[in-house]
């Protein structure tokens, strides 16, 4: 048994969002690591959830049924947990904009409530809170670090900053051992393909799958992924590092592509297919950013963490996934 395997062993982790991308990956981690498990999700088919998603470790984990918001239901899956990672949200930035009090409950008032509860409940509770790049807007320098000014230019952006700040804040005032990570843009097998909520690379290979050409908006603004497996790493070296507690980190990666070369580069991995390079629509030239591309180096100086998966390895891994498993994602 490796220290790894030691440290999460008989564990008590509960994974919000736990059906759907980047949680039931984490679920699928930490069950192979021997970690008692459990899993909320509600399963709102705007949000992503999938139960096929945990079809690998579904005898090995506890699966909640229930939503972030419904404080009732949070009780007593909080309890007893060593840890927590909070990953369940609102991520589509259109969404935010068309229903923003929606986006507010969850995004903001469900996170003041879980801290709360954690607060009275389980002080000793570590956490690791899930944020975005979308918090900094359009970047004044590149690669954005954590210095970086806040200006967001969409609700979801101002609500993830919003609830930052109550970790912050319950972090020095109660002694809450929470760590935030701002994620770029994270892709690979079990992400949502059926429409652009999660993410455009999911659409991309949705119409990749079915012989469609890629619409690329623009075309020349650059980008940073993530695999999601090195997200997971760097949610488990957050969970137990003494020195990340009460801190905010970016993720992000050395390599840095535009739109219309990730586009050209899943094609050729394909083996098929076209693109059609158009304009922005209007309502999403708004809330464009530009290019954007993080520095990881405070997160990694502290932690040893690095982005170890090539973007080539991930997107080749990623579209085989759904090739053998489309029906269940569209």
């Known amino acids: 048994m490796t220290s790894t395997d030691e440290l999460w062993s008989s564990k008590r982790i509960l994974i919000t969002g736990g059906a759907g991308f980047i949680g039931s ?8 690591l021997g970690a008692q498990v459990t899993v909320i999700d509600s399963l709102v088919p705007e949000y992503g959830g999938n139960l096929f998603n945990l079809r690998d470790c579904e005898d090995r984990i506890r699966i909640n049924y229930s939503d972030i ?5 949070l009780k007593p899956l909080l309890t007893d947990v060593d840890i927590l990672f909070n990953l369940a949200g609102q991520t589509s930035h259109m969404d935010s904009m068309s229903e923003p009090h929606t986006d507010l409950n969850i995004n903001c008032g469900a996170q003041l409530n879980l ?13 690791v809170f899930a944020s975005t790049r979308q918090i900094y807007g359009k970047p004044h320098y590149l690669p954005v670090d954590e210095d970086h000014p806040i200006s967001p230019v969409d609700i979801n952006g101002i609500h993830k900053y919003a609830a930052e700040q109550y970790y912050g804040l319950y972090h020095s005032l109660y002694g809450i051992r929470s760590c935030i990570l701002r994620l ?14 999660q993410t455009f690379v999911g659409i991309w290979i949705r119409r990749l799958l079915e012989d469609d050409p890629i619409e690329v908006w623009g075309g020349e603004q ?10 997971v790493d760097a949610l488990l070296t957050a969970a137990w590092n003494e020195s990340s507690y009460g801190q ?3 993720l992000g990666s050395v390599q840095r592509i535009s739109l219309r070369e990730l586009a050209e580069l899943m094609i050729s991995l394909h083996g098929a297919g076209d693109l059609v390079i158009k304009d922005y629509p209007e309502e999403r030239r708004k809330i464009d950013i530009g290019d954007y591309y993080s520095s990881h180096d405070k997160f990694s100086a502290i932690t040893g963490w690095r982005p170890r998966i ?19 994602y569209l």
């Open 69 to 73: 918001r419904d404080t009732f239901s």
């Open 248 to 250: 905010v980190f970016n």
């Open 310 to 328: 090539p973007l080539d390895q991930t997107l080749e891994r990623t579209l085989a996934f759904y090739q053998s498993h489309r029906p269940h």
């Open 184 to 197: 770029t843009n994270t892709i690979g097998p079990r992400m949502r393909i059926k429409d652009a909520r």
């Open 115 to 127: 801290l709360e509860t954690c607060r009275r409940l389980n002080p000793t509770i570590r956490i």
């Open 25 to 32: 990956t984490l679920a699928l981690r930490l069950a192979d």
């Open 222 to 231: 650059l980008r940073d992924f993530n695999d999601v497996e090195d997200v």
